[in-house]
C-alpha cells in the first residue's frame, strides 16, 4: 500500500475498504472480532439426530488363502448395499458371498461363522429373485489379478437397528467356488477363503 498521507481525500467508502484490507483500523477489527465470537456462540443443532445406518466388515484369510478385503453395508430404502474390494483371489475367478449367522471367525477354516444369515429360516437362493436367505448376496468375480470390485445387496436384513435381521455382528464369508443359487442350504460355494465379523460405524 503506498503512503496514507497521500489518499487523505480519497472517499470515505474506499478508505473503509482500505481499512478492512489492510487491517489498520484497529476499531474495526475489535468489532470484527465480537462479531465472529458471537457466530460461535450460537447453539448448533443438537447432534443426536439419526444419521444413515451402516456398517463395515475387515476381511482376513483363512488358514492357507490369501483373500482379504474391506466392505461397507449402507441401509439404502429396505435394502441393504455392499460395496468394497477383495484381493487375493485367484485370477478370473467366481466366489460365493454371503453374510454367515455367527460372527466367529476363530476356526481356521472359518467354519465357526456357521451356516447362512437366515432370520426368516427360508432356503437359500438368489437375493431379488424368490426365496433366499438375508445373508444371500451375488457372487464376486475377480479380475486377472485376483482383485474384485464389490457392489452387491442384501435383502431381508437390516444395519444396526438390533432386530433378528440385524447383520452387526454377524459373519461374512468369501468361498472358494461359486454359488449356484440353488443347492440347499449352501449354494454348494465350497471352501472359506476369507472371514470377517460386521461392526456398526
Ligand atoms: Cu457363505
Ligand atoms: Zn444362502
Known sequence: MTSMSSRLLVPA???????????????????AEADRAGE?????????????AGAAVMLEPTEGNQTRGE??????????????TISGLPGNSTHGF?????????????????????PASTDHGRVGQGEHHAGDSDNI????????????WLEGATVGDGAATDIVGKAVIVHADEDDYATQPTGNAGDRLACGVIAAR
Not at 461397507?72 to 468394497?84: K, L, S
Open 40 to 52: 460461535s456462540a450460537v447453539q448448533m443443532p443438537a447432534s443426536d439426530a439419526p444419521v444413515a
Open 141 to 152: 468375480t475377480a479380475d486377472a489379478d485376483g482383485n474384485a470390485t464389490v457392489q452387491g
Open 98 to 118: 454371503h453374510v454367515h449367522e455367527t460372527g466367529d471367525c476363530s476356526a481356521p477354516d472359518a467354519t465357526s461363522a456357521g451356516g447362512h444369515f437366515n
Open 13 to 31: 467508502v474506499l478508505a473503509a475498504a482500505l481499512a478492512a484490507c489492510g487491517g489498520s483500523n484497529d476499531g474495526d477489527n475489535v468489532a
Open 71 to 84: 466392505l461397507r453395508f449402507a441401509a439404502v430404502g429396505d435394502r441393504i448395499e455392499v460395496t468394497g
